[in-house]
């Protein structure tokens, strides 16, 4: 395998704990229209899709009265608003990792389907924003993942050719966006039950500490 010289991250799931957080805010939303998700229900069918996809398929399956442009623009609106006052959480190990990255000098980038306020948000509460050269967010792009087109331009932005280019994901959906633009994967998912429908993954792992570990000992960074 090819030594990376660049490493690109998505962030929700991947980087920083924040389903709790879109799951809460959904059903703020919803409960509007007498509608409340199920929280593994929502890990197995929305994360890691972009906002436009989920409030399209909650409007269908729920019968939401609410036009779509208008739901989109309340639940951007309500994910601002809750950020300023809810904590959220790094992943395990990511401080570490990121790190160690860090101070060897690697060139990181973000690639999220999260639009730039949201990140802006996130950065201010968890000081990640320090570690990376690019950030490339849904606000950037025409398609968002699972369409590869914010990694093509991650990887372009940066200078590299795309087998020097190592992506972290956590869900289907980047994971497809990353192979889609000819990118090694490695997925942390410390849900196992996850492992099988991600197994296109180069590699998959349960924490950082396991796929920076394996980085080390052979030697690819």
Not at 20 to 33: D, I, Q, R, V
Not at 58 to 65: A, C, R
Request: overall charge negative; hydrophobic content about 45%; some cysteine.
């Amino acid at each position: 395998m090819t030594k990376f010289k660049a490493l690109l991250f998505d962030l929700d799931g991947t980087l920083v704990d924040s389903e709790h957080f879109h799951f809460n805010t959904w059903n703020e939303l919803l409960a509007e229209s007498d509608v409340q998700l199920d929280y593994h229900d929502f890990l197995k069918n929305y994360a890691g899709i972009p906002l436009p996809g989920n409030a399209s398929r909650l409007k269908e399956l729920y019968v939401i009265d609410t036009s779509l442009e208008d739901l989109i623009a309340r639940k951007e609106w309500l994910t601002v608003e809750r950020l300023k006052t809810s904590e959220i959480n790094l992943m395990p190990f990511v401080q570490e990792s990121m790190d160690y990255f860090f101070s060897k000098g690697i060139p990181m980038a973000l690639v999220t389907a999260s639009k730039r306020p949201d990140v802006d948000e996130m950065f201010q509460k968890n000081g990640l924003g320090k570690f990376f050269k690019l950030l490339i967010t849904r606000s950037d792009v025409k398609n968002s993942k699972p369409d590869p087109e914010s990694y093509l331009l991650a990887v372009e932005k940066l200078g590299f050719a795309q087998e020097e280019c190592l992506v972290f994901e956590d869900t289907l959906n980047g994971l497809k966006a990353a192979k889609a633009a000819g990118l090694t994967c490695f997925v942390i998912q410390g849900n196992v039950d996850d492992h099988e429908k991600l197994a296109a993954a180069d590699q998959i792992f349960l924490n950082f500490e396991e796929a920076r570990d394996y980085l080390i000992v052979n030697d690819l960074i």
